[in-house]
């Protein structure tokens, strides 16, 4: 016994080595000052990479890294033959100022963006544009809608998990209370759904079908150009904006986030032909980390069925 605790000790201290040798690495790839300097960091990591991902928490960590640098503009190259993301900006603003004439809409956020602001960093052919006037905001705050046990689906802060909505648990409003409920808007399939408050910051694409009622702290983002979904996702869920959030956060108890300082938030929008490659390389990236962690399953696996085997044998 006096063995396995020495043993489990020296586990404990390289496992944490082996982390915090990762983070120096993670540190030194995403503050790169060029692109030498960032294929010398890649480099070390492809190296040791054995090594470094034979625990989860870097798994965990080496996800996040990879959010960061596709939002900073470093995981993919930019093509100069792409339309510039200035020319997308123009086809939202043709795009909300038709949703003002027709249909009333009322978000909007500041036009003016500070050189302080722009936390992403800077890139040929990006542009910075505030949340607001990238969506119309449906915000339900207020009170809580009755809930019954059967009929329209209802989707709370609870469902809206870390990239993907979760139906579990499940609860419904009856049709009459959806009716005079939903009188801000209706979430469609292909809209951004964005927790506001326990948790804050969740998000995920709505691909639900049938009609849902939305409770309060979940804010439904409905794009003007719906293309760009897959990106801001994305890019919500990087850490730089993550604590954006935060520093825009109020409260003591349970931290949140108003309508009105999350529609501020200003976002670097490449252009639309590199958001989709960027997309497309993060999901092959997230598949690979995918199988890191499947493989550290199976050698723990096997580590255990080999002790139990020694152990049957005693």
């Given at each position: 016994m006096a063995r396995c605790d020495e043993l489990e000790k020296l586990r404990q201290v390289h496992a944490q080595k082996q982390i915090t040798v990762h983070t120096a690495a993670l540190n030194q790839l995403l503050t790169a000052k060029d692109h030498n300097d960032f294929k010398t960091s890649w480099h070390f990591i492809t190296q040791h990479f054995g090594e470094l991902y034979s625990v989860k928490a870097n798994v965990a960590e080496l996800r996040k890294a990879i959010l960061q640098l596709a939002v900073m503009g470093k995981l993919v190259p930019q093509d100069p033959n792409d339309q510039p993301a200035s020319e997308l900006l123009k086809e939202i603003e043709v795009e909300k100022n038709r949703l003002v004439k027709e249909k009333g809409l009322r978000t909007s956020a500041s036009e003016q963006i500070e050189e302080s602001e722009k936390h992403f960093g800077k890139f040929e052919g990006w542009e910075y544009c505030r949340l607001g006037n990238l969506a119309k905001f449906i915000d339900y705050r207020g009170r809580t809608p009755t809930k019954v046990d059967s009929g329209i689906a209802l989707i709370t802060a609870k469902n809206v998990r870390i990239g993907y909505i979760n139906r579990e648990p499940y609860e419904y409003v009856t049709q009459s209370e959806y009716q005079s409920w939903m009188t801000r808007g209706f979430p469609k399939v292909g809209d951004i759904l964005f927790t506001t408050e326990a948790p804050l910051g969740n998000v995920a694409i709505i691909d639900i079908q049938e009609p849902f009622a939305l409770?309060?702290?979940?804010?439904?983002?409905?794009?003007h150009k719906p293309e760009m979904a897959d990106f801001l996702k994305l890019l919500i869920m990087s850490s730089v904006f993550q604590n954006l959030l935060l520093n825009n956060a109020t409260g003591m108890t349970a931290t949140g986030i108003k309508?009105?300082?999350?529609?501020?938030?200003?976002v670097p929008l490449p252009p639309l032909a590199e958001q989709h490659r960027i997309v497309a390389k993060i999901d092959q990236l997230m598949t690979l980390c995918d199988e890191l962690e499947k493989q550290i399953d199976i050698a723990n696996s096997k580590k255990t069925s080999l002790l139990n085997s020694v152990m049957t044998k005693v």
């Open positions: 409770a309060q702290r979940v804010i439904c983002l409905q794009l309508a009105s300082r999350l529609k501020e938030i200003p």
